[in-house]
């Protein structure tokens, strides 16, 4: 449900739609990121792989951040947001391996 805005807000309306669309491009790629998350821990099981592998960590933060960089985006945050997720994911993981 839509609040009406302070007249003095008015004018980030349309970048506050841009933000919420963009949101929820995001979320549909985190979707798409878990599903292959899911096929990550049945192979996992079957090969007797713990959830952490920490060479992979580094790996994937280290390529996220220079992707970052070379768009624009700060690479503390886009290191700090990977190292939450992956955190998230290997717990995520460790529960369903156990």
Do not use: C, S
Not at 14 to 41: G, Y
Request: hydrophobic share 50%.
């Amino acid at each position: 449900m839509a609040r009406l805005l302070p007249e003095n807000e008015r004018a980030l309306a349309p970048f506050r739609a841009e933000i919420d669309a963009l949101d929820a491009q995001m979320v549909e790629l985190l979707a798409k990121r878990f599903e292959v998350v899911k096929h990550v821990i049945a192979v996992k099981k079957a090969e007797g792989l713990a959830a952490l592998l920490p060479e992979r960590v580094e790996d994937v933060v280290e390529k996220v951040t220079a992707t970052a960089e070379t768009k624009g985006v700060p690479p503390e945050l886009a290191e700090k947001l990977w190292r939450v997720l992956i955190q998230w994911v290997v717990d995520y993981e460790n529960e369903r391996l156990g």
